[in-house]
């Protein structure tokens, strides 16, 4: 009895580990790199086979020719995609105070110019310290220092930003967002083009 009870536990622990550790995620793997082919592989920007970054997980700009995203609490370093994490900070804690007296310095050196008020999300880390997305403020906020310091159009950077934003999910959740890397990655192209472009005018 007891050798009897023993093979049908080890016959139904083999033919679940197969089903649940086997055949299932490989089914619902294939079918996500089938159907979603960029979304199962983390949506990875990828420029000429260099993966630049993700679409889902934020990077670290100061330069003040790009736009800046979030600040970030994760660690050891800001945007680690390993230690996903909030501060869990009050807004009266010591350290949030300081983290956003900091950005809002950063911010002023940058453009000193700018009299508009800061838009609170450039000044604090989201849930997940590795938010990809500004608002539109924020952008919009940045627009001509950008501008300035690329030596482009106003208008320009306005219609990068356009070409960058997220509108609200299924069209009622939420507000229109920016993608701060793929933003930036537009900078650098346009700026490419327009640097090919004038090396390619007659003298």
Known sequence: MFMQSLRISVLMWITLTVI???????ITTLAAQTVFPSQSQGS??????NTIGSRLVGQNFSDPKYFWG???????????AAAS???????????FLNNAKARIAALQAADPDNKAAI????VTASGSGLDPHISLAAAEYQAARVARQRGMGYDTIKTLIGENTQGRQWGVLGEPVVNVLTLNLALDEKAKINAEGGANKAP
């Open 119 to 122: 838009p609170v999300d450039l």
């Open 70 to 80: 979030r600040l970030s609490a994760t660690g050891p370093v800001p945007y680690n």
């Open 85 to 95: 994490s909030g501060s869990n900070l009050s807004i009266s804690n010591e350290t």
């Open 20 to 26: 649940f550790g086997v055949a299932y995620p490989g």
């Open 44 to 49: 990875l920007i990828v420029r000429v086979n």
